[in-house]
């Protein structure tokens, strides 16, 4: 069994707790605000929405989608960790495999469906004009899969390291960022890029609004392989873990 | 029937515990000590090395252009004006801000969620002197911070001039600009992220609050306004960075923050009533104005006299006094 | 059901904190004494395979504990760290472990591990709210919710008051009459005198004895002791303790006499009778290392 629904139950709980699931509706709620208020305040001669999409969609793709998953995941082991409630999971008969399987699952439909939420309705109401459906639906998958694999990397930062949240605010905004602009080599290594390159093939889309650096097949091969290795290691870091105190 | 209680007398024996007699620090020890501990813990000093990574890389980052322009100057003999001191505060202030969003939860949250704080109230500290301590430790050090690249900067012109003392003295008027927008920013980041980081249990979720308000609200608030600078200038309010970047440039350069604003502001009217597009070529080229429009700061977009940054930022600050009093009136054990 | 430690050490980089510790669990209650920082909870951790040995192995009915979460089909293990969900209520905290143990009646089990451990009136507060010793309890009920052949439990007894640890203890000693191996971490001496059949002592890492309670008593009490005396005229008395065989050695110092003797009770009743004899006064009589930790370093050189 890989799904185990006992636990899926209670990590639906803790990712509801108190204010984390605020911060995060909040997070996803932005964008679609700001579309609302710039859709109802634009009038006829005013610049072409596409031009005003950019820095929204900019902000779903680099700010919203990766933060909401960094919330979420990271404290999904992170704080297990720390308050040392672990053992409760871990002292089982439950397979390791199956304990991150489930966490990931559960963390992951939440960060899609608030995610492509997002993309979505900020999108309907900005775009008119430029082949709008298929733009939409284009970012929107390119934020489906940019949730996931965001999850699958914070859900193995908070197993591995103690600072799991800041190490994943470093990556992104030092390496997905500033060094993305760079260095091109490290684009094969960006979510980011993934999830441009995904949405540039579903959707034709003017070269204004974005340039995707990665061929769309690198992308999905390198999603596939960054996803599975990361869950590997997910899993071999599970195995090994130590629960003990020092005396 | 009730028996008489035989009334016991109680006796502690002084079983040797060291008593302490002499003089005491008192309530500025107390408040010198919270302070130095502040400072300690921003830095990182004290806390082994990999506490000192995030401190140092961000003041690496923020003095090295600062350093660069300087040794290119004494190496190519003039000053390549890639910053001027004005410009340099509106580059950093995102570095500020990160760097807030790191080390403000290792100075405040933790006290929280190490339950420390019954601790000190429990001594000869009030909650006003906590709270005052920990936010002059961050603003000295934002402030000491803020300063460096700047001195770099002078040095650097001051070295690379053919002649020095004509040259310091050109830039003697700069140096109060200097301290006012180094210390501007010190106060407004720190009350701002102090005020967030009290309010939170848990340091991770205090550092991502405090870059989810610095970045969304200045993310937020920038293409609303550059899209309807008439509406919604007055959003350029909320968000610390632009009311920091406003102060700065207030300071360094009373006028341009209106005056640059008016010029685009022709260039708007201009544009309004321009016909429209006749053809592909036309609409291009509209476009392309428009773009160039879009260039332009949000500062400039919204219009705002300078003032209206510093009372903003006089208001940060009253919301800040209150909120921090609101939250340490009662401490957990 | 048998759980067997084999020449276990585990090291983090200089620091020893487990040294060659070899014994065999079974059924009825092991008390495992030592002082803080023995390295009871890190022999305990390895037990219930949440950490791995340096060298040497542990084994439950052949198996190795580590990494092999069957085991905890039928083991139960109770961590000292005062760790629980903090939204949950008490029941539900059970209701929860027991049916991540996929228990086919999960409500008849959890009804009867809170009833077990006397909880069933604060079963629906937050377990938040509760004191130290009700989060214990309730920690129990929770690890021990699948009736579990072989516990483990580290330290149970902290916070809680003495009428909950009788309680306690009668739990856990019906579970262990029953048939279930029970081990037991504590420090303080006399709960596990109390409650146990077989006593190992562990300290600076090391097995340093094992046995019955009672053996381990008498090897504490028939120990060389110390005793500081102040008398009116001490070289007197020192040159009578000395030919007495029990007197060991004496040593006169500027605070008094420093008298080691291997018989207490002789000594008990000689010095006295030796004082009168000589008509020497005795001021003040002190035992010199009666701490547990004297005890303890006594047994590992012994």
Redesign the interface.
Known sequence: MLFNPVLAGLTLRQALAK??WM?VLL?AA?PV??AT??HL??TA????LQ??AI??MT?IYT?IVP?IA??LA??SF??EIEDGTVIYLLAKPISRTEIVVTKLVVTAIICIVLGALSMLCAGMSLVRGLDPTRLVLGLTAGAALGAFLYTVLFLALGLVTK????VG?TYL?VWEGALGSIFQGTRVLSVRQYMLAVADAITTVAP?IFVAQLPARTAYIMSAVVAVAVITLCITKLRKFEVGQTG | MAEPVTPRTGVIYDIGYQHYDGPRLGRAGAVRALYVEGVRSIFGIGRGG?AKI?PVALVAMMVIPALVQSAVAGLAGNMIQLFSHATYFRTTVWLFG?FC??QTPELITSDTQSRVLALYFSRAVRRSDYVLARVAALATSLFVVALLPHMVLLAGTWMSAVEVVPAIQTSLPTIPRILGGALAIAILLSTVSITISAVIK?R??A???I??FF??AS??V???IL??PD??RYLALSSPMIVGDGVTTWIFDTTSVKQKADSIAALDAADALAR?PKNAVDSAQQ?RR??RR?NRTVLQAANLPGLAYLGTMAGFIVIAGVVLTLRYRSVET | MSVELAHVSKWYGNIVAVNDVSFTLTPGVTGLLGPNGAGKSTILHMLVGLLQPSSGTVTMHGVSTWQHPEIYRTLGFVPESESVYAFLTGVELVRLNARLQQLPDVEAAVKRAIDLVEMTAAQDRPVATYSKGMRQRIKIAAMLVHSPTVLLLDEPFNGMDPKQRLQMMAVLRRLADAGSTVLVSSHILEEVDRLADTVLVIIGGRLAASGTSRMIRQLMTDRPHTFTVRTSDDRLIASRLVQQATTASVEVTSAGLSIRTSDLGTFTRLLPSLAREASVSILEVQPADESLESVFSYLVQG
């Open positions: 204010r984390r911060i997070l932005v605000v700001m208020l710039i305040y634009n001669d005013d610049e072409p031009i005003v820095p929204i902000l700010v933060v960094l919330v990271s404290s992170g704080t600072r799991g949240m800041l605010l905004i204004e | 990999k995030p990160l969003a790191f848990r991770p979720f550092t991502a609050a870059l989810a970045l969304l993310a937020f920038t293409p609303l899209q309807r509406k919604m429209p476009l428009r773009f879009r």
